[in-house]
């Protein structure tokens, strides 16, 4: 057995329309989708939540990819980058983003939350804050 196994850290805050997510590491137990509904839902109806926030993101995967992959496409460097990109639905872009743990995370939570087909992530902000990368998802409904 591994040194960290069944060690999990799940730092959650809430305000009505918004999770705020930070540091987050899952090595077993439940989805961080699964406990961030559930803490949203004891304070306020899901059909309130538009954003997700995955605050000094610590995914090695998701984190790579935006800062050796992404943000040098556009000859950006996350550090040195004082304002918020966005990629936007529909784009190879926010595609790659969903295709990251955290992507698929947040799309969890989305799939999880709310009635199929009702709801999707319009899309994903990123920024830097005192160098770590930070990420928010916005939701919105559905075009019929």
Do not use: C
């Amino acid at each position: 057995m591994g040194l960290w196994v069944g060690i999990n850290t799940t730092v959650v805050w809430r305000t009505h329309t918004a999770i705020f997510a930070e540091n987050n590491v899952r090595l077993d137990g439940p989805q961080w989708s699964q406990i961030a509904q559930a803490h949203y839902q004891t304070f306020f109806d899901i059909d309130s939540l538009k954003y997700v926030f995955r605050m000094t993101v610590v995914n090695e995967e998701t984190h790579t990819f935006v800062v050796k992959v992404l943000y040098p496409r556009y000859g950006l460097e996350l550090a040195g980058d004082s304002l918020l990109r966005t990629w936007l639905y529909d784009t190879d872009d926010y595609q790659e983003i969903m295709d990251t743990p955290l992507g698929k995370a947040v799309g969890a939570l989305v799939l999880g939350a709310f009635p199929r087909g009702t709801r999707r992530i319009a899309q994903i902000h990123t920024w830097q804050y005192d160098g770590d990368l930070q990420m928010r998802f916005d939701i919105s409904d559905s075009p019929q």
